[in-house]
T-cell receptor, first 114, second 110 residues
Framework: AQSVTQLDSQVPVFEEAPVELRCNYS??????LFWYVQYPNQGLQLLLK??????LVKGINGFEAEFNKSQTSFHLRKPSVHISDTAEYFC????????????FGTGTKLQVIP | DAGITQSPRYKITETGRQVTLMCHQT?????MFWYRQDLGHGLRLIYY???????DKGEVPDGYVVSRSKTENFPLTLESATRSQTSVYFC?????????FGSGTQLSVL
């Protein structure tokens, strides 16, 4: 079984400041890791994913995340946030074989303050 | 338009009633999923399907039924709605390693 922990339920940050949203996962097998973003009253959309290879992955809207196997982490970062980044962010994990069922974390609400 | 659509967008029902939430995708993706989103729980998998006529339980299947007679449709039925099933329901399909989500159905059970 796999699980995802997002310790921060809300993260307020001033516009143009950097932000890091934390994600830790647990799994006994090889995994794929994802960050999804949910804007108000919408479904989730993929921000970025780690499947294999380089541990630093870049996504849309200037976000990036680093896979750290020893710390079982996949933290999301952006060097300078914009008002439009206000949304809820979900970290997710799936095993790399079989049905690839995706397990989601509880989400982090990013509030960008003007 | 290509994509994944859910209906209705909003639904209010009473306890004990049967409710069906619809999901339709135009990509012919094999895998489809139903999630519910609740505050403090994130998204939890209710049921998933690997192909037409192949379905399996997820994390929280009790009180729900699914069917998949055609690849493009994956309806979710609440056989006898309870207040604890008040939630936002998301349907998703999988293309490669990426999930594509519908806009959700907000269900209130009174």
């Amino acid at each position: 079984a796999q699980s995802v922990t997002q310790l921060d339920s809300q993260v307020p940050v001033f516009e143009e400041a950097p932000v890091e949203l934390r994600c830790n996962y647990s799994s006994s097998v090889s995994v794929y890791l994802f960050w999804y973003v949910q804007y108000p009253n919408q479904g989730l959309q993929l921000l970025l994913k780690y499947l294999s290879g380089s541990t630093l992955v870049k996504g849309i809207n200037g976000f990036e995340a680093e896979f750290n196997k020893s710390q079982t982490s996949f933290h999301l970062r952006k060097p300078s946030v914009h008002i439009s980044d206000t949304a809820e962010y979900f970290c997710a994990v799936s095993d790399s074989g079989g049905y690839q069922k995706v397990t989601f974390g509880t989400g982090t609400k990013l509030q960008v303050i003007p | 338009d290509a994509g994944i659509t859910q209906s209705p967008r909003y639904k209010i029902t009473e306890t004990g009633r049967q409710v069906t939430l619809m999901c339709h995708q135009t990509w012919s993706h094999s895998y489809m999923f139903w999630y519910r989103q609740d505050l403090g729980h994130g998204l939890r998998l209710i049921y998933y399907s690997a192909a037409a006529d192949i379905t399996d339980k997820g994390e929280v299947p009790d009180g729900y039924v699914v069917s998949r007679s055609k690849t493009e449709n994956f309806p979710l039925t609440l056989e006898s709605a309870t207040r604890s099933q008040t939630s936002v329901y998301f349907c998703a399909s999988r293309g490669g390693e990426k999930l594509f989500f519908g806009s959700g159905t907000q269900l209130s059970v009174l």
